[in-house]
């Protein structure tokens, strides 16, 4: 995977997007989208049965800052008993900074969380971009590469990064369907966290040159 390029792109479209935002804070797109979620009908609930909206709050869980914090301390520190120093420091320092950074995002846009449905799950910050969504993608990103490195073949490799892209999506999904969060949101979130996540690889690369 080409970093530099990644870090264009992602950075590029999260620009893009933000600009759509500022021009159209409820644009139809997002209206859209998040209606196939919610029935107009029974005061804008989640669709699906009750035991459907209970699983999406333990998937969204996966996104938090304090469960990538946790998973981010257990895991550089079990590299650090194996002596994987740079891979453990990669992964704190990508995942550190990277939810400083989401903070700082969401005090800069400051858009208000979407009121066109009910909320699922209790909210504190504001919506653009979503925390979990890019606490989500670089993590789980940051947990992928860390996996291949050890492990090395390739087939393995692929699982592991298509299990930390099922957990994004599926993470980016829940967010939408509680009602917390615009799918451009979301997306933003994606984005910027695989954006961060580039920053990192980069900047371990240039570290173990």
Not at 103 to 120: D, I, Y
Not at 139 to 146: K, P
């Amino acid at each position: 995977m080409n970093m530099p390029l990644l870090l264009v792109l992602s950075a590029s479209a999260f620009v893009l997007l933000s600009m759509f935002i500022n021009a159209n804070p409820h644009s139809v797109l997002d209206k859209t989208i998040m209606l196939w979620f919610h029935n107009p009908n029974y005061e804008y609930q989640s669709v699906g049965p009750k035991w459907l909206a209970v699983h999406f709050r333990d998937v969204t869980t996966l996104g938090s800052n304090w469960f990538v914090i946790f998973c981010s301390l257990l895991v550089a520190t079990l590299l650090f008993f194996k002596s994987q120093r740079r891979l453990a420091m990669f992964l704190l320092l990508t995942v550190g900074t990277g939810v400083l950074v989401g903070f700082a995002l969401k005090w800069g846009f400051h858009r208000p969380r979407p009121s066109l449905v009910a909320h699922s799950t209790t909210v504190y910050t504001s919506s653009f971009p979503s925390g979990h969504g890019m606490a989500a993608a670089m993590t789980y990103c940051c947990l992928a590469f860390v996996a291949s490195t050890l492990m090395g073949e390739q087939k393995l490799s692929f699982v592991v990064w298509t299990a930390a892209w099922a957990i994004i999506l599926l993470v980016g999904v829940s967010r939408v369907f509680l009602g917390v969060h615009w799918p451009t949101d979301v997306a933003a979130g994606w984005l910027a966290g695989l954006c961060w996540f580039a920053v990192g690889r980069m900047c371990f690369q240039r570290a173990n040159s």
